[in-house]
């Protein structure tokens, strides 16, 4: 099975670090940035299975610049939210994340609940490229040209003279 792809985006290295050791020691591939900038220009050079960014670095809205950057890749990351200042739902959510995680957080927990992140997000696009799929081909279907019967009028008067002509029926009224 080939190695899942991770984006690790925070600005501090310690956090940094310790979550890099413990998802490669889980399997992932992990590539780290220490801020917005370098997470974004990465987006742009790779492609991951999933991102995983904290909410304050050089900004207050640079975790926010990240998620909006993973989102508008092609590849379509999942995207979790590591932040120390947990936010109402909503927020992150309409930010566009997919999971908020709070640190700090038990190792086991927190690669149990990437885990099932990176499931549902599989799960999500599947159904997603089924249903373009889906609508694809019926939109084909209905592009195709309906198939039409052509007939050449000079076909249609050699036909016409080679029918008898109509009698006309006469009928005779009783006295």
């Known amino acids: 099975m080939a190695k899942r792809k991770v984006l690790l985006v925070d600005d501090e290295v310690t956090v940094l670090l310790t979550m890099k050791a413990i998802l490669e020691i ?8 220490a801020s917005a900038i370098d997470a974004k220009r990465k987006l742009k050079l790779n492609e991951y299975q999933m991102v995983i960014t904290d909410m304050r670095m050089e900004s207050d809205v640079a975790g926010r610049e990240v998620i909006q950057a993973a989102r508008t890749a092609a590849y379509h990351p999942a995207v979790a939210l590591l932040t120390a200042f947990p936010l109402a739902d909503e927020d992150w959510q309409d930010m566009g ?18 885990e099932k992140l990176l499931e549902s997000h599989s799960a999500k696009l599947a159904r997603i ?8 081909a019926s939109a084909k279907k209905a592009a195709a040209p309906a198939k039409k019967t052509v007939v050449k009028k000079t076909a249609v008067k ?9 009698k006309k029926v006469v009928k005779k009224r009783r006295s």
């Open 26 to 33: 889980s399997g992932f591939d992990v590539d780290t940035a």
């Open 97 to 114: 994340a997919d999971k908020m995680l709070v640190k700090p957080m038990q190792t086991t927990v927190l690669l149990k609940q990437i």
């Open 129 to 136: 490229s089924s249903a373009v799929g889906a609508k694809k």
């Open 158 to 166: 050699r036909a016409a003279k080679k029918l008898p002509a109509k």
